[in-house]
């Protein structure tokens, strides 16, 4: 791991001074080099001697030859010809500091890393390569650090984009808030693609869906066929609910983009973007392709996938594929919440809204016996969890006739009637159930005392209920 985080400075940033090296010196020799290293001959030093003495006062082409060596993963090598570089240099050459530095990171050697890049800015402190090569090894350790490197850069070298340099340190060090002020000070119209890329990423992870959306479209104005541009504008427009547009971005990142690859999140996205364009079919179809992804590899990835899966059913009232994958999601939980069951016994509720005689009573039942878990799990949830088992069971017994319904409000009555400061939720399910007590004991009971001993209470919490005053009336 260690080595991979060093491994960014020679493979990301090695595009500064490298080409202008091969073309400042004799490029015929470079190229002869390379096409020997590439070779791998048994007799590698003996063919590099000439090569050495022809050059040994040119330091640029010195640092070339030691460049194709690292290129070759031959650091050994790279390393004897930095150092040529600087002996020819009398050590006042930096791009012989960068290849050493370069070289130290590979070998995960950070500290040993930054200060060859240090010796390069010493040698020359207008090169913006050396500035940017030490912010980024010195950002592990502290990006305020390798930030504070490259504001010096600012000062030898205004005309270099540093804000954008500053905003990719912070993005890679995952400081998406900085990155974002740095990248906002910036030119986009001078940024490379990376940076831009980077820019809309980090206002897409941040939430700021129509400034990422802005930033890829104006990416995509320079880059159309740019998969990154077009998977963060297909993203950010399903997240602004702009489906249509999220389907043209869906339909240029997979048929219309250069060197894409597709991860199961791409897939997921585009089955929202169905979801919302009401194209449901189509949805489970993406989600399915989704859940055969290589990368869809825990459970908390299935489980969010599958989810929307359900959620695509439940849109069509294919009640018993939703209820079936909603099941599958919660098999994939690493612990249900109280909403999630929630959600299972909701799903039984409406199947049973759709369905008729036995197979209804059977859907009311499961919904039932999910809110009894619900309470018997969830301390937070009694005072839901009956108030939903009143409602099935009201479904179950809609004339009061068995009073089903009837413990469920009673326990509601419980927790709540002797509250004194009632939320608006709290006060409209204890007026609910006084109003199914008064109307089971009155009309279904004949019992008017009980029956006024509910109008009474109702009548405290809503002085003007018609029906609770007509039962007081009563003789």
Excluded: W
């Amino acid at each position: 791991m260690k080595a991979i985080k060093y491994l960014l400075t020679a493979t990301l940033l090695t595009g500064f001074g490298t080409v202008a090296l091969a073309q400042d010196g004799s490029k015929a020799d470079v190229d002869a080099v390379k096409k020997i290293i590439s070779s791998k001959p048994a007799d590698l030093d003996k063919q590099m001697k000439p090569f050495y003495k022809a050059n040994k006062k040119n330091a640029d082409n010195l640092v070339a030859f030691g460049r194709e060596f690292m290129a070759a993963k031959d650091t050994a090598n790279a390393k004897t010809y930095a150092n040529y570089a600087l002996q020819a240099s009398k050590n006042k050459c930096a791009p012989a500091f960068i290849l050493l530095g370069d070289i130290e990171a590979i070998g995960d050697n950070g500290g040993q890393a930054a200060a060859q890049y240090e010796q390069a800015i010493y040698v020359d402190p207008k090169n913006p390569d050396a500035y940017y090569k030490y912010a980024n090894v010195y950002r592990k350790i502290s990006p305020s650090g390798a930030v504070a490197k490259l504001n010096e850069l600012r000062e030898q070298r205004p005309d270099v984009a540093v804000d954008a340099l500053t905003g990719r340190i912070y993005y890679m060090s995952n400081e998406f808030d900085k990155a974002l002020a740095a990248y906002d000070k910036a030119d986009k119209s001078q940024m490379e693609e990376r940076d831009l890329s980077d820019y809309a990423m980090a206002a897409f992870f941040k939430a700021q869906n129509q400034k990422s959306l802005d930033i890829a479209k104006f990416g995509l104005t320079k880059k159309p066929r740019h998969a990154a541009f077009n998977r963060l504008a297909f993203f950010n427009s399903t997240e602004l609910k702009k489906y249509d547009d999220a389907l043209m971005y869906a339909d240029r990142l997979f048929n219309q983009s250069d060197s894409a690859k597709f991860s199961y999140y791409d897939y997921t996205y585009y089955g929202n973007a169905l979801s919302g364009a009401n194209q449901p079919d189509k949805a489970i179809e993406m989600y399915e392709k989704a859940l055969q992804q290589e990368d869809m590899d825990n459970k908390a990835k299935r489980a969010g996938v599958i989810k929307q899966l359900s959620d695509a059913y439940k849109s069509k009232e294919d009640y018993p594929n939703a209820i079936k994958h909603y099941m599958e999601y919660l098999d994939n939980m690493e612990k249900s919440t109280a909403n999630d069951l929630a959600a299972l016994a909701g799903l039984h509720m409406q199947h049973g809204n759709v369905l008729n005689g036995a197979d209804k009573e059977e859907a009311f039942k499961k919904a039932d016996k999910i809110y009894a878990e619900l309470a018997e799990k969830f301390d937070g949830a009694v005072e839901y969890a009956n108030f939903m088992r009143a409602r099935v069971n009201g479904q179950m017994d809609p004339d009061q006739s068995k009073g089903l319904a009837k413990p469920y409000y009673e326990k509601l009555v419980e927790l709540l009637g002797s509250k004194t400061n009632l939320d608006a939720t709290e006060k409209a399910r204890l007026k609910e159930s006084y109003h199914y007590l008064i109307s089971y004991y009155f009309i279904q009971k004949e019992d008017k005392a009980t029956a006024k001993e509910y109008a009474a209470k109702m009548l405290v919490i809503d002085p003007e209920n018609q029906i609770a005053k007509q039962v007081m009336e009563a003789k």
